[in-house]
C-alpha cells in the first residue's frame, strides 16, 4: 500500500486580528482620555477585550488536513469536521457564489475571500465546501486517498 505523506494547510487570518486589535487600541486610548459624552468604562473595556478573544480564537486561525483516512477541517476553538476518505464519492472545484446560502443538505466553511472552494460530494448526498485559495491542491489531494482508498 502506498502511503502519501499529509497534507497541512493552517491560514491566520491577519485582517480580523489586526482589525480588532486597532479597534480596540482605539477603546484604550478613548478610556483614557474619557472621549465623547458618554466615555466608556472598565467593564466595557473588559466585556470587549473577553469578545475580541472569543472572535479572534474562532476565525483567527484555519486549518485544512488530508491524511490517508480523513480531511479535517478545524478552528482552534470548533469540534474539527472530519470527513472520512472512505465516505466520499467525488471531489470537484467551483466558484464561490457570496449570494447563496447554506442549506441542510450543504455545509460551507472558509473564511478567506477567495472564489474558489473544494465540494466534497458525501455518499449519504450531504456535501461539504471548503474555501480556499488553495482548492485545486486540496482536491488533488483528497483525490490521491480517494485512489488507494478505493482500490483496497
Given at each position: 500500500?502506498?502511503?502519501?505523506?499529509?497534507?497541512?494547510?493552517?491560514?491566520?487570518?491577519?485582517?480580523?486580528?489586526?482589525?480588532?486589535?486597532?479597534?480596540?487600541?482605539?477603546?484604550?486610548?478613548?478610556?483614557?482620555?474619557?472621549?465623547?459624552?458618554?466615555?466608556?468604562?472598565?467593564?466595557?473595556?473588559?466585556?470587549?477585550?473577553?469578545?475580541?478573544?472569543?472572535?479572534?480564537?474562532c476565525?483567527?486561525?484555519?486549518?485544512?488536513?488530508?491524511?490517508?483516512?480523513?480531511?479535517?477541517?478545524?478552528?482552534?476553538?470548533?469540534?474539527?469536521?472530519?470527513?472520512?476518505?472512505?465516505?466520499?464519492?467525488?471531489?470537484?472545484?467551483?466558484k464561490?457564489?457570496?449570494?447563496?446560502?447554506?442549506?441542510?443538505?450543504?455545509?460551507?466553511?472558509?473564511?478567506?475571500?477567495?472564489?474558489?472552494?473544494?465540494?466534497?460530494?458525501?455518499?449519504?448526498?450531504?456535501?461539504?465546501?471548503?474555501?480556499?485559495?488553495?482548492?485545486?491542491?486540496?482536491?488533488?489531494?483528497?483525490?490521491k486517498?480517494?485512489?488507494?482508498?478505493?482500490?483496497?
Amino acid at each position: 500500500m502506498e502511503k502519501y505523506p499529509t497534507y497541512k494547510r493552517t491560514k491566520v487570518n491577519w485582517w480580523i486580528i489586526i482589525l480588532l486589535g486597532g479597534f480596540y487600541i482605539c477603546m484604550i486610548v478613548s478610556y483614557i482620555h474619557q472621549w465623547g459624552n458618554s466615555p466608556i468604562d472598565k467593564a466595557g473595556l473588559v466585556i470587549f477585550a473577553i469578545i475580541n478573544i472569543v472572535v479572534i480564537l474562532c476565525v483567527g486561525r484555519i486549518k485544512v488536513i488530508v491524511d490517508d483516512k480523513f480531511v479535517v477541517y478545524r478552528t482552534d476553538v470548533w469540534i474539527p469536521v472530519k470527513i472520512i476518505i472512505m465516505q466520499i464519492k467525488n471531489v470537484s472545484l467551483a466558484k464561490v457564489n457570496f449570494k447563496e446560502t447554506s442549506t441542510a443538505k450543504i455545509d460551507r466553511y472558509g473564511l478567506e475571500f477567495t472564489r474558489k472552494m473544494v465540494c466534497i460530494q458525501l455518499k449519504n448526498r450531504k456535501a461539504v465546501h471548503i474555501v480556499t485559495k488553495d482548492a485545486e491542491q486540496i482536491k488533488e489531494e483528497i483525490d490521491k486517498r480517494m485512489l488507494i482508498a478505493n482500490n483496497n
